[in-house]
C-alpha cells in the first residue's frame, strides 16, 4: 500500500456532472419514499382525472404489486411517449399559474420518479376511442411503442417491483410492518373528503375490500362507511370562516367527536383547498383543546377542511406535497381551537364541563420549583390591579416582574441571546409544521412512543411559558402563569435533539463540510484521546487497526447512513455531509471525531 506524503497539499477535488439516470434515481427516492406515497400520487392523479369510481389493488404492501384503476379522462395517445419523462404536466404552464392551481399535481414528477424505482404499465383510453393502448415504462422512457389493447374508460396504472433497484430501501421496508395499513388508511381519509368518488382498497388475493365507500351526498354517511359507527354517531358538525381581511380569510367545515367518543390515538383529516395534508402544529393545538375542555378527553377524531384563497396557499413547499405553507398559519390555528372549543362546551348543555387546571407535577425532575413568586414591577402599569402573585409575563421583554436583577449572568457562554433564542424558538415551530417523519413503521412507532408518553399538563407548561434567563450552568428559568420552574437544558436539548432526529428520520438537510474529511484520520484523532492501556507501540497500532475497520464499517454501511441520516461518506471514506438535527444550529465541529467514532461503534454494534 502507498502512503501519501502527509504534508503535500490536496488538490481541490474535480467536479463533475452526475449521470442523468443518478439524478433522476435521487430525486425519484424523493417523491416516492415508499408504497404509499406511489398511491398517494397516483390516486391524485386520478382525481384531477375526473374520475367518479377509483380503485386500488395491492400486493405485499405495494413492493410487488400496486395498481390503480379510474375512470377519469384517459390520456391521449400523442402524450404517452413523455408522459413519464420528468416535468411533463399536463396542469401547469408558468409559474404564475402555482398561484392559483385548483389540481392535486403540477410538477410532473410522480409518474417519471415510479419509473426510476419500479416498473410501470399504463393502459389507457380516452372518451369516443374504440379501444386503448397499453406501454411500459422504464427510467422515464416507454419500453415500446404503444400496444392497442381493450380497455374500459378511463387509466390504469400498474407498478411492479417498486425500489427495485434500491435494495436498502426495499430490505427496511420488507422487514417494517408492510404499508397495506397506511395505504387503507390513506384511501379511507381521500374518501371522507371526496364524497363523490367512490374508492376501493382491496389485498391482492383478498375476496373483499378494505376501503369501500359509494358515493354519496352525505359526508357523516360517507365516515360511517369507512370509518364505522362508532365514529359516525359520535360526532359533532363544526363550521366556521372569516371574510376579514385584516385576520384571517377562510372557510372551514368538518366534524369532530365529542365526550362520548373513546380512542387512543388522534385522527386528523385534513384537507387545505382539497388537498390532503399534515399539519402538526394544527393537530397538537386541537388535541390542547380536547385536553382542556372534556373532563375525561380521549383522543380526538378530526375531519376538517379549510379553503383558503389560493395564493395565502403554498403548495409547492415538498416534493411530495404533502405538506403547505400556509400565510398567517398561527392566525388560522388559533381560531379553529377557538371554533372547536366553544363548539365542544356547546355541544352538550345538560353537562357540566369541568375545566381541567394545569398544575405543575412535582414528579417530574425537571421542574423543580412551582412556588416562586415573581416580584411586582414597580413601574409596570398592569401590575396597579393584579395581586402580585398573579404577574403573568406574555414576553421575555415584558418590563413587567424583571427577574435579571436576581439572575446569575453569564450572556455569552449560554443561549442567553433573547433574538437567538426567538429565532430558533419559531423555526423549530415552523419545522414542526411540517410533517416530516420517514414513514418507516419503526420510527413511527418510537415517535407514538414519545408521543404516548408526553405529558399533557407539562408539555403545555413548556409551551406556554416564557424564557426568562439561565440560573446556571444547567439550569434555565421558564415562567408559566404565576410559576417559575428550573428546566435543566441538558436534558432538554439531548431530548429535543433525539425527537427532531426522529421527525426529521430520512429527510435531513445537510451541512455541507467545506472539505471531506477522511474518516481515517477523524476516528484516529478521537481515538488519540482514549488511553488503551497498553505499550506505545502496541497502542498506536491497535488505534490504526480499529481507525481502520471503523472506516471500512462505515463506508459500507454508506448507503442507508445517507439515506436515513444524510451523513455522506463516499467511496474513499470521506465524510462530506452531516444532517441538521435543529435548524440554525451548527454543532461544535471539533466534536466530529468523537461523533464518527461513536458512530463506527454503534453502527458496527447494529450489524
Ligand atoms: P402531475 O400530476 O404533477 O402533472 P404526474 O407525473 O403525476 O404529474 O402525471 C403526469 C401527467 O400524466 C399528468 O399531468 C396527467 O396529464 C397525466 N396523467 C397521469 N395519471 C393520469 C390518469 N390517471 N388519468 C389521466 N391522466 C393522467
Ligand atoms: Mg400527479
Do not use: W
Not at 113 to 133: N, P
Not at 549 to 563: A, C, G, P, R, Y
Amino acid at each position: 500500500m502507498e502512503i501519501e506524503p502527509a504534508e503535500e497539499v490536496k488538490e481541490p477535488p474535480r467536479i463533475h456532472r452526475l449521470d442523468e439516470p443518478v439524478v433522476n434515481r435521487i430525486a425519484a427516492g424523493e417523491v416516492i419514499q415508499r408504497p404509499v406515497s406511489a398511491v398517494k400520487e397516483l390516486v391524485e392523479n386520478s382525481l384531477d382525472a375526473s374520475s367518479t369510481s377509483i380503485s386500488v389493488l395491492v400486493k405485499d404492501g405495494g413492493l410487488k404489486l400496486i395498481q390503480v384503476s379510474d375512470d377519469g379522462h384517459g390520456i391521449r395517445y400523442e402524450d404517452l411517449p413523455i408522459l413519464c419523462e420528468r416535468h411533463t404536466t399536463s396542469k401547469l404552464s408558468k409559474y404564475e399559474d402555482l398561484q392559483s392551481i385548483k389540481s392535486m399535481g403540477f410538477r410532473g414528477e410522480a409518474l417519471a420518479s415510479m419509473t426510476y424505482v419500479g416498473h410501470v404499465t399504463v393502459t389507457t383510453i380516452t372518451r369516443g376511442q374504440l379501444h386503448g393502448y397499453r406501454v411500459s415504462y422504464r427510467d422515464g422512457v416507454m419500453e415500446n411503442e404503444p400496444k392497442a389493447c381493450a380497455a374500459v374508460k378511463g387509466t390504469q396504472i400498474v407498478i411492479e417491483n417498486l425500489f427495485y433497484n434500491m435494495i436498502a430501501r426495499r430490505k427496511t421496508l420488507q422487514n417494517s410492518a408492510d404499508d397495506y395499513t397506511k395505504i387503507v388508511d390513506l384511501l379511507s381519509r381521500f374518501a371522507i373528503h371526496h364524497i363523490d368518488v367512490s374508492f376501493s382498497c382491496r389485498k391482492h388475493g383478498a375476496a373483499r375490500a378494505d376501503v369501500h365507500s359509494v358515493a354519496t351526498p352525505s359526508r357523516l354517511n360517507a365516515i360511517r362507511s369507512v370509518y364505522g359507527l362508532l365514529v359516525a354517531q359520535n360526532l359533532i358538525k363544526i363550521e366556521a370562516s372569516d371574510h376579514d381581511p385584516s385576520s384571517s380569510v377562510f372557510e372551514m367545515d368538518g366534524f369532530i367527536s365529542n365526550s362520548n367518543y373513546v380512542a387512543k390515538k388522534t385522527t386528523m383529516v385534513l384537507f387545505i383547498n382539497d388537498r390532503l395534508v399534515e399539519c402538526t402544529a394544527l393537530k397538537r393545538a386541537l388535541e390542547v383543546v380536547y385536553v382542556a375542555t372534556l373532563p375525561k378527553a380521549s383522543k380526538p377524531f378530526i375531519y376538517m377542511s379549510i379553503t383558503l384563497p389560493p395564493e395565502h396557499v403554498d403548495v409547492n413547499v415538498h416534493p411530495t406535497k404533502r405538506e403547505v405553507s400556509l400565510l398567517n398559519q398561527e392566525v388560522i390555528v388559533e381560531k379553529m381551537q377557538s371554533v372547536v372549543e366553544s363548539v365542544l362546551r356547546n355541544s352538550n348543555e345538560s353537562r357540566t364541563f369541568q375545566e381541567q387546571t394545569v398544575e405543575a407535577t412535582p414528579s417530574v425532575p425537571s421542574v423543580t420549583n412551582n412556588d416562586l413568586h415573581l416580584s411586582p414591577s414597580p413601574s409596570g402599569s398592569k401590575s396597579q390591579r393584579v395581586p402580585v402573585n398573579k404577574i403573568v409575563r406574555t414576553d421575555s421583554s415584558d418590563p413587567a416582574g424583571r427577574m435579571h436583577a436576581y439572575l446569575y449572568k453569564n450572556p455569552q457562554k449560554y443561549l442567553g441571546r433573547d433574538s437567538s433564542l426567538t429565532t430558533v424558538r419559531s423555526s423549530v415551530r415552523q419545522r414542526r409544521n411540517l410533517k416530516e417523519t420517514a414513514d418507516l413503521t419503526s420510527i413511527q412507532e418510537l415517535i407514538n412512543d414519545i408521543d404516548s408518553k408526553c405529558h399533557s399538563d407539562l408539555l403545555d407548561i413548556v409551551r406556554q411559558s416564557t424564557y426568562v434567563g439561565m440560573a446556571d450552568d444547567v439550569f434555565a428559568l421558564l415562567q408559566h402563569n404565576t410559576h417559575l420552574y428550573l428546566a435543566n437544558v441538558v436534558n432538554l436539548s439531548k431530548e429535543l435533539m433525539y425527537q427532531q432526529v426522529l421527525r426529521r428520520f430520512a429527510h435531513f438537510n445537510a451541512i455541507q463540510l467545506s472539505e471531506p474529511a477522511p474518516l481515517q484520520e477523524l476516528i484516529m484523532l478521537a481515538l488519540k484521546e482514549e488511553d488503551l492501556d497498553l505499550e506505545s507501540n502496541e497502542n498506536d497500532e491497535l488505534k490504526k487497526k480499529i481507525a481502520e475497520m471503523n472506516t471500512q464499517l462505515l463506508k459500507q454501511k454508506s448507503e442507508m447512513l445517507e439515506e436515513y441520516f444524510c451523513i455522506f461518506i463516499d467511496s474513499d471514506g470521506n465524510l462530506s455531509r452531516l444532517p441538521i438535527l435543529l435548524d440554525q444550529y451548527t454543532p461544535d465541529m471539533d466534536r466530529v471525531p468523537e461523533f464518527v467514532l461513536c458512530l463506527g461503534n454503534d453502527v458496527g454494534s447494529i450489524v
